[in-house]
């Protein structure tokens, strides 16, 4: 029930920090920002103290510990997946052209007698 109530005065500080920014409309831009970045940094302040958000900040570090695991592909190895990919999109659309005119001139011509 606590976490729950921990969220709802998170929600509340970045509704806020928003309703803060329009409210400050004849202000400066730099006020205005700073309301809703406040509110923001509020809200996950109070978020980060509940068990969702310790949750949250493990899955967080342990998430960035798995993108240093990765082996990224080299330059040379997106280039040459990437024209793959172009040259298949290519020939599908010429397949798919060419169905298209085939279709057409059966059904318009031979089935239906339409003439262009």
């Known amino acids: 029930m606590a976490d729950k109530l921990k969220f709802v005065v ?9 309703i803060g920014f329009y409210m400050l409309s004849e202000q400066p831009m730099i006020l205005r920002v700073l309301s809703v970045l406040f509110g923001f940094g509020a809200g996950v302040a109070v978020a980060w103290f509940t068990a969702p958000g310790r949750t949250f900040l493990v899955f967080s570090k342990e998430s960035w510990l798995e993108t240093k695991k990765v082996v990224w592909p080299t330059r040379k190895e997106t280039i040459q ?18 169905t298209d005119k085939s279709l057409e001139w059966v059904v318009y011509d031979l089935v239906l007698g339409w003439k262009k």
């Open 10 to 18: 998170a929600l509340g500080f970045l509704i806020a920090g928003v």
């Open 81 to 98: 997946t990437t024209g793959i990919v172009f040259a298949f999109v290519l020939v599908m659309a010429i397949v798919l052209w060419v």
